[in-house]
């Protein structure tokens, strides 16, 4: 079924190191249309066309799996999650169409989380009823602020009374949602910052995404960057909403991600403990292990070439298909798994990269004398200086190169 790809497959070094079992596997479905691009955002989104090719992008997807299917037989799936861009900017029968699609070539445990992303300006009742009843089972809201101004600045398609409107119908559609919220924005004062974490909680969300906004290259803001708070007034507002998510009982188990007891997203937790994903779309990024090596893929951006290029099924709408460096895998390690507040199980590392755990444990001793890691034997985690100097400690794993 998966004809050689036409992309160059790096053959890396021999392997030495061998998994004896493999991780946990998830699905990403990139959806790359939004109604207008947002001035800040430098995900693979772009301007909808009056009419969607949906029948032509369900087409693509369909190819994109196909191609992946050799190298996941027999795995379960265990959560899917469609994001963008825009997802909710779907037909209902679309989604069901992508749904019965996934589930008829994947073998996708009865519970998984399905998760959909929307944006408050495309939210509408009928249409979310569909979802559901097609199997989504969890949404994930950009609300960013629920300050008209803010929206303003921020470009946003919706205002704050149809932000509220949206989470009204999104949790009375399915079981689990979650809401996006930005803070830093440009001239937000901290009880603007303190008003949106507010009102979000008032809603009795069970997951909330927190993120500072960031000004990424080759965006609007990039090119005229607005007046944004300073780092004493972000760090701030960072603690404030860290102290009213735990006072409502969310607490941060990552560092954009703060959940009620067991209302993590299962989805990005298998990213962040260096678990597997297919990827599906344009853009979109894989990573999937074998016994005796880690492939990472990444499709071609531009939705039109990838949308002719998946269907011709000869693996030229990958961008990059190659086995990831022996030596590059305790970095990329360390780099998901300490995003956790409560890290992950030692002996993680040993099976998910197929490496021997005393190849890092200078490095692991040295930072446990600096008091940055924790000295628990079972785990690895952050102390709360190794949480505030994250990237140091990451960092520090550069060094464990062959
Ligand atoms: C793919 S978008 C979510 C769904 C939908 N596209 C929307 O915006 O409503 C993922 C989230 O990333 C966050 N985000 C995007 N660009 C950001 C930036 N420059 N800095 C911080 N957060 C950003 C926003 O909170 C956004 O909701
Ligand atoms: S709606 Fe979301 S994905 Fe689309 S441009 Fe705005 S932030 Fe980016």
Excluded at 119 to 146: D, M
Excluded at 303 to 322: F, K, N
């Amino acid at each position: 079924m998966l004809d050689t790809p036409r992309v160059r497959i790096s053959p890396g070094s021999q392997s030495r190191n061998l998994l004896s079992s493999l991780p946990p596997l998830s699905v990403y479905v990139h959806v790359p249309w939004c109604i207008r691009k947002c001035p800040y955002c430098d995900f693979n989104s772009h301007k909808a066309p009056a009419e969607l090719p949906e029948q032509a992008y369900l087409a693509a997807l369909q190819a994109d799996l196909e191609q992946n299917l050799p190298l996941i037989w027999g795995r379960q799936v265990i959560s899917v999650f469609i994001g963008g861009g825009t997802p909710s900017l779907l037909s209902a029968a679309a989604i069901e169409q992508m749904l019965t699609m996934l589930r008829s070539h994947l073998n996708l445990l009865p519970d998984a989380e399905i998760t959909l992303e929307a944006n408050p300006g495309t939210v509408e009742a009928q249409r979310f009823k569909a979802y559901a009843a097609s199997g989504i089972n969890r949404v994930s809201l950009g609300v960013q602020s629920f300050d008209d101004q803010a929206l303003l600045a921020l470009g946003r398609v919706h205002n704050a009374v149809q932000a509220k409107a949206a989470i009204d119908v999104a949790q009375s559609c399915f079981p689990r949602v979650n809401l996006d919220i930005m803070y830093a924005l440009p001239g937000q004062t901290l009880q603007q910052a303190e008003h949106d974490i507010r009102t979000a909680l008032s809603f009795g969300t069970e997951h909330l995404s927190l993120y500072h906004l960031t000004l990424e290259p080759n965006t609007v803001f990039a090119k005229y960057p607005p007046v944004l708070p300073d780092d004493d007034l972000s760090a701030m507002m960072q603690d404030q909403l860290i102290e009213l998510s735990q006072a409502a009982g969310l607490a941060q188990y990552e560092i954009s991600a703060y959940a009620k007891p067991g209302a993590h997203s299962r989805h990005n937790l298998n990213y962040w403990e260096f678990g597997d994903y297919v990827g599906i779309g344009p853009g979109a990024h894989g990573k999937l292990s074998f016994h005796d090596r880690i492939l990472r893929t990444a499709t071609v951006r531009s939705p039109q070439s990838w949308m002719e290029q998946a269907v011709l099924r000869d693996g030229s709408h990958y961008a990059h298909h190659a086995r990831v460096q022996e030596a590059d895998l305790p970095f990329e390690f360390m780099l998901n798994v300490l995003r956790l507040r409560d890290g992950v199980p030692a002996a993680y590392f040993q099976e998910r990269t197929g490496q021997s755990l005393a190849q890092v444990l200078p490095t692991i001793r040295e930072l446990i004398d600096k008091k940055l890691l924790a000295p628990d034997p079972v785990r690895i985690k952050t102390t709360d200086m190794g949480w505030r100097f994250l990237n140091d400690v990451q960092s520090a794993f550069l060094n464990d190169t062959e």
